[in-house]
């Protein structure tokens, strides 16, 4: 490869860094482990493999954790990531208020705080970046940490960024969310960049992590709670649509419910309801139950059951016919409270329709889906940073 520009594929120093990647993401899926096993999981020579960690530890991405004994010989040196090397911050928008957390970026949270909206809803339009900087502050405060200390941020949000105009679409119950210039005003009160990522589509990236969808490249996550949303994940990769919108199902039009209209008034925040949220979403599920608060005791009723999950059955098969999933996973405050009962009776009701025929599954994440999927968009953001050693 004499005379190649440095960087170029096939030279000592990008082959360096992919050994380095290839390392520290093992680290980062098994934990501590020793030069040997290292090497043994790469495929590299002993000498390699020391003088990768020795590289490692240098830039301070790697450190010595302790020992490993039982064989014959010196104890080995067990080595894993240096949870000091980067930090990040994922975050939860909701009607009601946002959550922060803080983490490592072995993973470990540091730091979590939670800062309630409601009274200070009438001034939420103006105050968005700095309800947003408040959490933000809360939680690096617990951590021991300044804005400085993190790579990356990624908040999670009903509705979507439209790509074109930078603007956040299907959320119109968060008015102060709708500003064109959002994200540079977050950006400018965090001093660190952000990103902003649907919260369906984050709760898809939870189960793929750690719920109902490992192993599985091919899958719709129906998020049914007060409000209902899908994400879609073909090939292993979300689809997102040419305005963000892929995956909003709660305004599919269905036999049933009433056109859901939009335009400027869903900018404005106000949505008129309809489509297929009117249908399923926890305040239906209330409705036929008569008023009754508490989803369990809802759909406790077998004939509430039966007809939650007559509905569901009916959306789900026109998205099971566009798209092919082979799993469906059910998530959220009326798939939690239904259980298994209800996928059963969906199960049913699909049975012997003319579609493919995909696996059903409740979530069973027992943190916040939602949560948990912003700070591993946020990790694996952070990772392809500082994870790079190529220029190092």
């Known amino acids: 490869m004499a005379g190649a520009a440095p960087g170029t594929p096939g030279t000592p120093s990008v082959l360096r860094a992919m050994n380095d990647r290839a390392a520290l993401d093992l680290l980062v899926a098994h934990g501590p482990l020793t030069r040997t096993r290292i090497g043994e999981l790469t495929g590299l020579s002993k000498p390699t493999t020391s003088q990768l960690l020795g590289r490692l530890e240098a830039v301070g991405l790697v450190r010595a954790t302790g020992s490993q004994s ?3 010989g010196p104890n080995a040196v067990l080595y894993e990531i240096n949870p000091g090397a980067a930090h990040v911050v994922a975050l939860c928008a909701d009607p009601t ?14 730091g979590r705080c939670r800062i309630e909206a409601v009274a200070v809803a009438d001034d939420v339009r103006n105050r968005t970046a700095q309800l947003v900087a408040e959490a933000f502050d809360g939680a690096l405060r617990v951590a021991g940490l300044g804005h400085d200390d993190i790579t990356a941020t990624v908040i999670g949000t009903p509705g979507a960024i439209d790509p074109h105009t930078g603007q956040l679409r299907y959320a119109p119950h968060l008015p102060g969310w709708h500003s064109r210039t959002l994200l540079a005003e977050l950006a400018g009160v965090l001093g660190t960049p952000v990103s902003i990522e649907n919260d369906v589509n984050l709760a898809a990236i939870a189960e793929q992590y750690e719920g109902a969808a490992q192993d599985h490249d091919d899958f719709v996550l129906a998020y049914v709670d007060e409000g209902v949303g899908a994400a879609i994940v073909l090939g292993g990769v979300l689809l997102r649509g040419a305005t963000g919108g892929a995956g909003e199902i709660g305004y599919m039009p269905l036999p049933g419910a009433p056109l859901a209209r939009g335009g400027e008034e869903e900018i404005a925040g106000e ?12 305040p239906a599920v209330r409705l036929l139950a008569g008023g009754v608060k508490d989803l369990g005791e809802a759909l406790a009723d077998p004939a509430v059951l039966d007809e939650v999950a007559r509905r569901l059955a009916t959306g789900l098969a026109a998205v099971v016919a566009v798209v092919d999933p082979e799993l469906v996973v059910l998530s959220g405050l009326v798939a939690r409270a239904g259980g298994e009962a209800l996928r059963l009776r969906v199960e049913r009701e699909l049975t012997g329709l003319a579609l493919p025929r995909p696996q059903l599954r409740i979530s069973d994440l027992d943190d916040d889906p939602i949560l948990t999927g912003a700070l591993r968009s946020a990790l694996t953001q952070a990772r392809d940073t500082v994870f790079d050693t190529s220029t190092a």
């Open 97 to 110: 208020g946002i959550t922060a957390v803080v983490a490592d970026i072995a993973g470990a949270e540091r």
């Open 271 to 282: 949505d008129a309801g309809g489509g297929f949220q009117s249908l399923v979403a926890a």
């Open 70 to 72: 039982g064989r014959p």
